[in-house]
T-cell receptor, first 112, second 115 residues
């Protein structure tokens, strides 16, 4: 089983739609979680951290379910500019080092 | 502006040649990282460094070497021992390695290809 699993997509949605991505992780000791956005042939950029209580940033909502070991990202009122690959990232502290594990990403294509 | 600068943006390597990728940050971050990204795969960790003059191997360190002589700089050398070096290389930094809540921030990457 992969440490971090995401549906690769693509998710093709019309502008204005609501879309949700899930990500599962295998290491129950993982301690922090992030969503990154990566545009084609560009570097990943931090979209938001994911907190246990869930958190919202504008049209984006992230949630964490530790019991089931998954995190989710909800995008409301999709814009054309939201088209990108969304990377689920899990951070695990092992000894004195933290290790980020990246999912392969879920591709979103928002259309007119 | 604070940030992470990688150079060059594109790099071509001949067979048997070592090449060095540059990564400089002015964010005053302690921890720096090198990743490799291949099509259809997640980022994989090559090496990381939590403090100056110290670094550790990541998951795919074979065929690579690094140094951390200055806090701002973490160059990566792709040696001739790396048989499949064609990939997108990303450098990242974070405020403090052991603190799990600190996200990593990335440079804009170097694309390495074999001639």
């Amino acid at each position: 089983r992969k440490e971090v699993e995401q549906d690769p997509g693509p998710f093709n949605v019309p502008e204005g739609a609501t879309v949700a991505f899930n990500c599962t992780y295998s290491n129950s000791a993982s301690q922090s979680f992030f969503w990154y956005r990566q545009d084609c042939r560009k570097e990943p950029k931090l979209l938001m951290s994911v907190y246990s209580s869930g958190n919202e940033d504008g049209r984006f909502t992230a949630q964490l379910n530790r019991a089931s070991q998954y995190i989710s990202l909800l995008i409301r009122d999709s814009k054309l500019s939201d088209s990108a690959t969304y990377l689920c990232v899990v951070n695990t502290l092992t000894g004195t080092a933290s290790k980020l594990t990246f999912g392969t990403g879920t591709r979103l294509q928002v259309t007119l | 502006d604070g940030g992470i600068t990688q150079s060059p943006k594109y790099l071509f390597r001949k067979e048997g040649q070592n090449v060095t990728l540059s990564c400089e940050q002015n964010l005053n971050h302690d921890a720096m990282y090198w990743y490799r990204q291949d099509p259809g795969q997640g980022l994989r960790l090559i090496y990381y460094s939590q403090i100056v003059n110290d670094f550790q191997k990541g998951d795919i360190a074979e065929g690579y070497s690094v140094s951390r002589e200055k806090k701002e700089s973490f160059p990566l050398t792709v040696t001739s021992a790396q048989k499949n070096p064609t990939a997108f290389y990303l450098c990242a930094s974070s405020a403090s390695g052991p603190r799990v809540e600190q996200p990593q921030h990335f440079g804009d990457g170097t694309r390495l290809s074999i001639l």
